[in-house]
């Protein structure tokens, strides 16, 4: 509750009147620290809840942070306002009221181990459990291309609306593109429960994976097709999240579940930071059809870690 106040106060600094460039990035850094005391506790909480079928709550607690994720694009395409401080504005009011409600109606699980101390040298410790390293490193294979795919489907959008001299709804198919990772999130949950959380996220790995290498035939699709194909990889790009974290959680102790949900989702977001940074410098220096081939180095490795 305490980070999603303090990062919702983080994103609405970006409306102080005469705000600098050192101010800007301070503000943005602050809503990306707090944001690091909501997911993977958020994960952790559901953690403490089950002690089986795990893949199935993830994938609806993920699933809704795939909707969060998209629903900006929604608000900016449905906006009572064409200011982008609609934006900021209702995200921080939603972050506050996510908040206020964790608090009032989500007590600690009854499988919650406290631990008596803080324990500096556990990311040794976890990183010498064979199915702990395993499932970390699968995962962040997946994060390689999850946020920069994010993060660039409007750059998608457009780079194909130009390439067929057409005009498309960029906001609100980014919203629908990343929005229908919420289904597979579900679905992969659901399917955990008979095939296990390894077997849904290898399959998913390998799915998106497919999509990276093929990403630049899509843009010779017909209009529809192209925006189906991009919803299925928005679907199978996401529904390995919870898997991988199922998995993560269950390999590591239960009093150290959420310090291992925190480090491997820290690891992840900065791995993100890479990826997205090198699409940036590509985008201007090779053709823009080929540049989400690079993608796919995340999920081959994930998919060669998984393998067994």
């Known amino acids: ?5 303090l990062g919702s106060f983080c994103n609405l600094v970006l409306l102080a009147p005469n705000i600098t460039v050192l101010n800007v990035l301070t ?39 795939v909707l969060g994720t998209a629903f900006p694009h929604f608000i900016n395409e449905f906006s009572w306002s064409s200011d982008y401080k609609a934006v900021i504005i209702s995200t921080s009011i939603l972050a ?95 399917l955990s429960l008979r ?11 390998l799915l998106s994976g497919i999509f990276c290498l093929a990403s630049p035939l899509l843009f010779l699709l017909p209009p529809q097709w192209f925006i189906v194909a ?29 310090t291992a949900l925190t480090i491997t989702n820290s690891i992840g977001f900065a791995i993100t930071i890479v990826s997205i940074q090198l699409l940036s410098y590509l985008l201007t220096r090779i053709e823009p059809t080929l540049l989400y081939v690079f993608l796919s180095l995340g999920p081959i490795i994930g998919i060669y870690v998984l393998r067994k």
């Open 1 to 5: 509750m305490i980070c999603a106040f």
């Open 27 to 65: 503000a943005r850094f602050g809503t990306g620290f707090f944001l690091a005391g909501i997911y993977p506790v958020g994960m952790k909480i559901a953690s403490d809840y089950y002690k089986g079928g795990l893949g199935k709550a993830l994938g609806y607690l993920v699933g809704a942070l």
């Open 96 to 190: 506050c009221i996510g908040g206020f409600c964790i608090w009032a109606f989500v007590a600690d699980g009854p499988y919650r181990r406290p631990v008596s101390k803080l324990q500096l040298g556990v990311m040794t410790q976890l990183f010498t459990i064979q199915s702990f390293r395993k499932a970390a490193f699968g995962y962040f294979g997946h994060m390689w291309e999850l946020y920069a795919f994010w993060g660039f489907v409007p750059v998608i959008l457009k780079t194909y609306a130009s390439i067929r001299n057409i005009e498309l709804q960029t906001s609100f198919w980014s919203f629908v593109v990343i929005a229908t990772g919420t289904i597979s999130c579900i679905l992969g949950g659901l």
């Open 195 to 205: 095939t296990g959380s390894r077997k849904v996220a290898y399959t998913s790995l």
């Open 230 to 258: 991009l919803c299925i990889w928005g679907m199978v790009v996401i529904s390995d999240s919870p898997q991988f974290s199922t998995m993560i959680a269950a390999s590591a102790p239960p009093e150290l579940r959420g």
